[in-house]
């Protein structure tokens, strides 16, 4: 079964810039992933961020962006807030199957 | 204004059935291209996808979870079911429905507040 890895944990200074990624054990990631993210607060729903590799929702403040870094999903988010401390979780589309990574907790100190 | 609210038992024992209802409101599952997906997240870990329905019934599912799954609708109550069978103390979880759409892929949007369930005897 393809695993979707995500680094555990990352640290960012306010107002700094951090990639967070996403790779699947089956192989590159590429567009046809379709890849989702998500931030999800403690005691709160998930919030979608990004869909379709890099399209923003609405809501979707501009300092994040989605893109393919190598051959992983990612999600940048360039000058970091302290409201944007919170799991962070990417989900891959394949086959018409999808699958969450393990989320990385993004602490902004 | 799109909402969506799960509701369900909020206990059932192990080897019971689990059904949940999603009812939203501010769209409708008889429009073209758009679907309701249930995912569930167990207390202090990660997310996991369960199920997908689509407004022409399509229906996907976790393979690892496909046998103890089914996802239905009923569209003129704008309300999307999620029957899990054989319940387990391991399923205990959060468990979230969320708005999708077809993407390309499966793309999601507007989520529930999620409803806890617990097995346990």
């Known amino acids: 079964q393809t695993v979707v890895t995500q680094e555990p944990s990352l640290t960012v200074s306010p107002g700094g810039t951090v990639t967070l990624t996403c790779a699947s054990s089956?192989?590159?990631?590429?567009?046809?992933?379709?890849t989702s993210w998500f931030q999800q607060k403690p005691g709160q729903p998930p919030t979608s961020l990004i869909y379709?590799?890099?399209y923003k929702h609405s809501w979707t403040p501009a300092r994040f962006s989605g893109s393919l870094v190598g051959d992983k999903g990612a999600l940048t988010l360039s000058g970091a807030q302290p409201e944007d401390e919170a799991d962070y979780y990417c989900l891959l589309y394949n086959a018409g199957a999808q699958m969450f990574g393990g989320g990385t907790k993004l602490t902004v100190l | 204004q799109i909402t969506l609210k799960e509701s369900g038992p909020t206990l059932v024992k192990p080897t019971q059935t689990l059904k949940l209802t999603c009812t939203f409101s501010?769209?409708?599952?008889?429009?073209?291209?758009?679907?309701v997906g249930w995912i569930r997240q167990p207390p202090g870990k990660a997310l996991e996808w369960l199920a997908l329905?689509?407004?022409?019934?399509?229906?996907r599912y976790n393979p690892s979870l496909k046998s103890r799954l089914t996802i239905s609708k009923d569209t003129s109550k704008n309300q999307v079911f999620l029957t899990m069978t054989n319940m387990d103390p391991l399923d205990t979880a959060t468990y979230y429905c969320?708005?999708?759409?077809?993407?390309?892929?499966?793309?999601?949007?507007?989520w529930g507040q999620g409803t806890l369930v617990t097995v346990s005897s």
């Open positions: 329905i689509f407004w022409d019934d399509e229906k």
């Open positions: 969320a708005r999708g759409a077809y993407c390309g892929g499966d793309c999601y949007d507007y």
């Open positions: 501010g769209f409708s599952l008889g429009s073209s291209g758009l679907g």
């Open positions: 089956a192989g590159p990631v590429n567009s046809g992933y379709y």
């Open positions: 379709k590799t890099n």
